[in-house]
């Protein structure tokens, strides 16, 4: 497994197969002045596979899919069986609005999906609509039900706080945990990008000890629970007599950039060093001169190299000239 130059194991390779999106959150995607990959500049699912066979051989296990919405991407099933048959690699999740998750849950799984985490800010109706502006509760939930029948399991939500959209809607969906055993995360607002969503991301920002607070407050004591594995972002804890886990990804007031053990992809084909910083290296110019496993390795050993020790949000620095849905989260 390859290390970083601050001896990270870098492992988990995050891809973004689209920066389409049928939602637009009020944190990620401005409705207006989007400019999107034109969809022949995107990585093909050929050359995607190109990528991850390179990254199992130096080492990567794990594998994500996102977007923007990956459930838009039509050659989405080609893509993930590609992944699933490629030695080495042993967990290939999904990250996803499932607004397109009945149709496609049950061929995700049998093309070899292991895992699943679904994004949901709120289960209020009306706040849903706010905050993640095209999209239904309704048409959410059934994605996440047609998850469940598919098998996938544990179904993992995440919302993210914003305040003055969802900060008490928290209490609703860590309730949850109590009858079904899902893990229901919390994530602290970045700001990415450097426009309005950026701005939104700052102004709104609700850091984890409020949110933990408010459930305790309404539910009671959350108990910690072990850290899943040491490169888990998430702070996972349950509540008294709880089937689930409620869990924490806070990366602004507890950066975890110390046990980073990640790379990205974007769908435009370049390696991401790290989400809250612009450097970037080009893999998809290789990959068209005609370059394959053995060019996307070095490029990929130089990726992990030059990887930041961590971001620098509280000096004022982030990723300016990407978006999150143009990177993935
Ligand atoms: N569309 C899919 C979804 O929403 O899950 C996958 C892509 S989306 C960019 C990945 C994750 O990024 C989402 O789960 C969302 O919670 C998170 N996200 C988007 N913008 C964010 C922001 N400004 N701060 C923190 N998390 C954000
Ligand atoms: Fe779309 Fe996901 Fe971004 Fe929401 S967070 S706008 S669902 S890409």
Redesign the pocket.
């Known amino acids: 497994m390859p290390h970083d130059s601050f001896g990270r194991p870098i492992n988990y390779l995050r891809i973004s197969v689209i920066d389409h999106?049928?939602?637009?959150?009020v944190?990620?995607?401005p409705l207006r002045g989007l400019s999107f990959v034109p969809s022949g500049d995107l990585l093909t699912a050929d050359q995607i596979e190109t990528v991850v066979r390179a990254a199992a051989k130096l080492g990567f296990n794990k594998i994500r899919l996102?977007?923007?919405?990956p459930l838009l991407r039509s050659d989405l099933l080609d893509i993930v069986e590609r992944i699933s048959r490629v030695d080495g690699i042993d967990d290939l999740g999904m990250?996803?609005?499932a607004i397109l998750l009945p149709e496609q849950a049950v061929p995700l799984r049998e093309a070899g999906l292991s895992r699943i985490n679904i994004?949901l800010d709120t289960l209020d109706p009306q706040n849903l609509k706010r905050v993640?502006?095209f999209?239904t509760f309704e048409q959410i939930w059934a994605g996440i039900e047609a998850a469940e029948r598919a098998g996938f399991a544990p179904i993992k939500l995440n919302a993210?706080v914003v305040r003055d959209f969802n900060e008490v809607d928290v209490v609703a969906l860590a309730r949850l945990t109590i009858e079904r055993d899902w893990y229901v995360r919390f994530i602290e607002l970045m700001p990415l990008g450097g426009g309005e969503c950026a701005r939104l991301s700052l102004a709104q920002y609700v850091p984890t000890p409020e949110t933990k607070a408010r459930i305790e407050v309404e539910l009671g004591p959350l108990s910690e629970l072990p850290p899943t594995s040491p490169s888990d972002e998430a702070r996972n804890y349950r509540l008294e007599g709880a089937r689930g886990v409620v869990g924490f990804i806070s990366p602004v007031s507890e950066p975890y950039c110390g046990s980073c053990s990640r790379m990205r992809l974007t769908a435009d084909g370049k390696f991401h060093l790290c989400l809250l910083n612009d450097d970037e290296l080009d893999v998809r110019r290789a990959l068209l001169n005609g370059g394959g496993e053995e060019a996307v390795s070095k490029i990929l050993l130089e990726a992990v190299r030059r990887k930041p020790t961590g971001h620098r949000l509280e000096q004022g620095v982030s990723t300016e000239r990407r978006a999150?849905?143009q990177i993935?989260?």
């Not at 999106?21 to 959150?25: D, I, K």
């Not at 996102?66 to 919405?69: I, R, Y």
């Open positions: 999106c049928n939602l637009r959150c944190y990620c995607m996102t977007g923007g919405e990250t996803t609005n994004h993640m502006r999209g993210v999150m849905f993935g989260g």
